[in-house]
């Protein structure tokens, strides 16, 4: 039976509304706020709601700071696993509101959960078992966002990580938190960040980069000829028929190659920052 069939005289509001709280109870209810007339409760039902309220707000939280628990005070174990996963780093001056966290929850069909790190800072953890480009996505929709919400955002796209041991997790995402405010710092100017862009800065700023590096070294050395790729297509200049020329393979086997790279690493070798950072990271292995 449902809420309003039971209390037919109570009141729904998406936001709270103070004024009803002095003669009406006031509960949660999905993210919503119920308002029970007083005056029509039993002291047996006044005492019920009271201890049931309590018990979905502390239910309520705890789902919500699960992952904040594990990411962000390093404690408890993942509350899923992914085959692959993906986090965006959003900075804010206020809060996020829960109109735009739901935006996100609508438009991120991968979407997991929604971290709040700090007050300035959340968040978004994307499942990426089947490789949802979230970050082109985003930037197109960006302005429409910030006009719409009222509000300046300021994103780091972090990279697709796989193939990731039991509670290695935190571990790459405060490499990236590190460097997402370390990067802020220096370049306020820009508004969005991707993920071999800010690897680029911290190695000519020779930021601490080891966990990440010796991750993407093992990624190259798990894909056959890889390394024989970045180092022609850098000496190609990008250019994917001269370097399948160059290396003596057909066109579909590089590209083949590259988007298996893709999967494992989540570094596109087309692009010039993700080539440029695996040829340094090649170079001063």
């Not at 962000?72 to 986090?87: E, M, S, T």
């Not at 290695?168 to 370049?187: C, G, M, T, W």
């Amino acid at each position: 039976m449902k809420i309003n069939q039971l209390f037919p005289e109570g009141l729904v509001r998406e936001e709270r509304d103070l004024e009803l709280t002095s003669e009406y109870l006031e509960l949660t209810l999905n993210g919503s706020y119920l308002y029970l007339p007083k005056e029509s409760l039993s002291e047996r039902e006044l005492l019920l709601s009271g201890l049931s309220t309590e018990v979905l707000e502390i239910a309520e939280q705890a789902e919500k700071n699960v992952w904040q628990t594990y990411l962000v005070q390093k404690k408890g174990h993942a509350p899923q696993l992914f085959d692959k996963v993906q986090f965006i780093y959003v900075d804010h001056l206020l809060s996020l509101s829960k109109d735009l966290k739901d935006f996100f929850a609508s438009l991120l069909v991968n979407l997991e959960a929604i971290v709040e790190v700090s007050s300035t800072r959340t968040v978004l953890l994307l499942n990426q078992d089947m490789s949802f480009d979230a970050q082109d996505l985003i930037k197109d929709i960006l302005p429409t966002i910030e006009n719409d919400f009222d509000m300046k955002l300021t994103i780091f796209f972090g990279n697709s990580w796989a193939k990731l041991k039991d509670d290695e997790l935190p571990a790459y995402f405060d490499s990236e938190n590190r460097l997402f405010s370390d990067v802020i710092n220096y370049k306020a100017v820009d508004n969005t960040f991707a993920f071999s862009q800010v690897l680029l800065w911290g190695m000519a700023r020779q930021s601490d980069l080891t966990l990440v590096k010796n991750k993407m070294l093992s990624y190259i050395n798990d894909t056959k000829d890889i390394r024989d790729i970045v180092m022609t297509m850098w000496e190609e200049h990008g250019n994917l028929v001269q370097t399948a020329q160059k290396l003596f393979i057909h066109r579909n086997s590089l590209q083949y190659k590259l988007d298996k790279f893709l999967a494992l690493s989540g570094l596109n070798l087309k692009k010039l920052d993700d080539l440029a950072f695996c040829y340094l990271l090649i170079l001063t292995e």
